[in-house]
């Protein structure tokens, strides 16, 4: 399980291309500073139901939602703060995209939804999921976009026991050395 996880930090790391010493400086509105945005957990109930559909219309087995997970939603605030491409992939189980509207479900949610073959040993290892949106306004148009991140976790018990009983339990945090400082705490 401890390889499981090194393995995600080492994907999480070099796909999301921040760093501690990295973060890109945000870009500026000449009137207001810097755009951060706001989650917006009405779409994030939007999205959770469509993961949800997605699987029980695969006729997969029903994961349980996590409603706030502070990783994904500062690593959401920090890509949408920072402008990253459209879609971004931050680790094998997870997905980013950008939307701006939520009546058809994109194909990089319907991926995540109906993948059932993780590479991994044991496939039920990853019951449970967290979504987060993240809304900013376009700086030009002035509409509203959305920032959506859907990651996958194991059980609550694996998760405890590999972050506080493994190797893990040293780098279990440094998640937080990539998030953006204006992030921090959201």
Same mark, same amino acid.
């Given at each position: 399980?401890?390889?499981?996880?090194?393995?995600?930090? *080492?994907?999480?790391?070099? $796909?999301?291309?921040?760093? &501690? %010493?990295?973060?890109?400086? #945000?870009?500026?509105?000449?009137?207001?500073?810097?755009?951060?945005?706001?989650?917006?957990?009405?779409?994030?109930?939007?999205?959770?139901?469509?993961?949800?559909?997605?699987?029980?219309?695969?006729?997969?087995?029903?994961?349980?939602?996590?409603?706030?997970?502070?990783?994904?939603?500062?690593?959401?605030?920090?890509?949408?703060?920072?402008?990253?491409?459209?879609?971004?992939? *931050?680790?094998?189980?997870? $997905?980013?995209?950008?939307? &701006? %509207?939520?009546?058809?479900? #994109?194909?990089?949610?319907?991926?995540?939804?109906?993948?059932?073959?993780?590479?991994?040993?044991?496939?039920?290892?990853?019951?449970?999921?967290?979504?987060?949106?993240?809304?900013?306004?376009?700086?030009?148009?002035?509409?509203?976009?959305?920032?959506?991140?859907?990651?996958?976790?194991?059980?609550?018990?694996?998760?405890?026991?590999?972050?506080?009983?493994?190797?893990?339990?040293?780098?279990?945090?440094?998640?937080?050395?990539?998030? &953006?400082?204006?992030?921090?705490?959201?």
């Amino acid at each position: 399980m401890k390889n499981r996880h090194r393995i995600l930090v *080492i994907i999480l790391s070099l $796909t999301t291309g921040l760093s &501690a %010493q990295q973060v890109p400086v #945000p870009s500026k509105d000449t009137a207001s500073g810097p755009v951060i945005g706001e989650r917006d957990k009405a779409k994030e109930d939007l999205v959770a139901k469509q993961f949800d559909t997605i699987r029980a219309g695969a006729k997969l087995r029903t994961m349980t939602r996590i409603k706030h997970r502070a990783s994904l939603e500062q690593t959401i605030c920090t890509i949408a703060l920072n402008r990253m491409p459209k879609e971004r992939q *931050i680790s094998a189980i997870s $997905t980013v995209y950008r939307t &701006a %509207q939520f009546e058809s479900i #994109p194909t990089e949610l319907r991926k995540l939804a109906t993948m059932e073959d993780f590479h991994f040993s044991n496939k039920s290892d990853f019951v449970r999921y967290s979504v987060a949106v993240w809304r900013v306004r376009d700086s030009q148009s002035g509409e509203a976009n959305y920032w959506v991140g859907v990651q996958l976790y194991w059980d609550a018990a694996a998760e405890f026991f590999e972050e506080h009983f493994t190797d893990d339990m040293y780098w279990r945090n440094d998640w937080k050395k990539q998030i &953006a400082p204006e992030c921090r705490g959201k």
